[in-house]
Every structure is written in structure tokens, then in C-alpha cells.
């Protein structure tokens, strides 16, 4: 078993930064899994955001995220961190990360259903 907290979220003005990680226990050989952020708004479906292999590293992001947002790892904190630039009203979710006990590719990164572990969440709020 895997558990996921994810912490960082917040209320902050358009154009700010917010730095989001997920800390994973339990079971900790990360070696050959992908981990992925989602997130969702009231009404909306979840969405992918990013995704990185643990393994090599492979990185991939959605559209309405790419050059704004980074992914990374810390093997030492077995964490995933998700940096966020120049946030927007649009960016307002529920950010979720997720981790699936295998390696994904880029397309198979983007599907919530290939995730077999999640966490509850942290709310980000953006004002504009």
C-alpha cells in the first residue's frame, strides 16, 4: 500500500507562484512508478496536469499548463513537487496527485484511470 498528502495549496493573487508537493509512504520502492497531479473545479471533470516517470524522469503537461508549471522529484523525500508560475482564475481546482506502480508513457500519463493510488487533495484558489 501507497499513501499520498499532498500540502501547499492556498489563496493567492493572479500572477503569483505556488509551490504544491506530494509525499508518498508505505510501500517506497519508487524505482519503476509514475506519479501525476489532476486537478478538478466545482463542476468540472478532473483533468490532468502533469506527470513524471520516477524512473529516467519522463515529464509530460497538459496544454493549459505547459511553460507555467514544473514537475519534479526528490528520491531522498520520495516527493513529487509541482511548481506553479503565473497562476490564473482559470487555475482555481482541487490538485490531486496520483501514482500508479508502473511506468506510464506520455499518453497513458494523462488518464486518471491508469492510477491506482490517490490523495485527498489541496485546494488552490486564485483571485483575480
Known amino acids: 500500500q501507497v499513501q499520498l498528502v499532498e500540502s501547499g495549496g492556498g489563496l493567492v493573487q493572479a500572477g503569483a507562484s505556488l509551490r504544491l508537493s506530494c509525499a508518498a509512504s508505505?510501500?517506497?520502492?519508487?524505482?519503476?512508478?509514475?506519479v501525476a497531479w489532476f486537478r478538478q473545479a466545482p463542476g468540472n471533470e478532473r483533468d490532468f496536469v502533469a506527470g513524471i516517470r520516477w524512473g529516467g524522469g519522463l515529464s509530460t503537461y497538459s496544454d493549459s499548463v505547459k511553460g507555467r508549471f514544473t514537475i519534479s522529484k526528490d528520491n531522498t523525500k520520495n516527493s513529487v513537487d509541482l511548481q506553479m508560475n503565473n497562476l490564473n482564475a482559470e487555475d482555481t481546482a482541487v490538485y490531486y496527485c496520483?501514482?500508479?506502480?508502473?511506468?506510464?508513457?506520455?499518453?497513458?500519463?494523462?488518464?486518471?484511470?491508469?492510477?491506482?493510488?490517490w490523495g485527498r487533495g489541496t485546494q488552490v484558489t486564485v483571485s483575480s
Open positions: 496520483a501514482l500508479r506502480s508502473s511506468r506510464l508513457n506520455e499518453f497513458q500519463m494523462t488518464g486518471k484511470s491508469q492510477y491506482n493510488y
Open positions: 508505505g510501500r517506497t520502492v519508487f524505482t519503476y512508478y509514475t
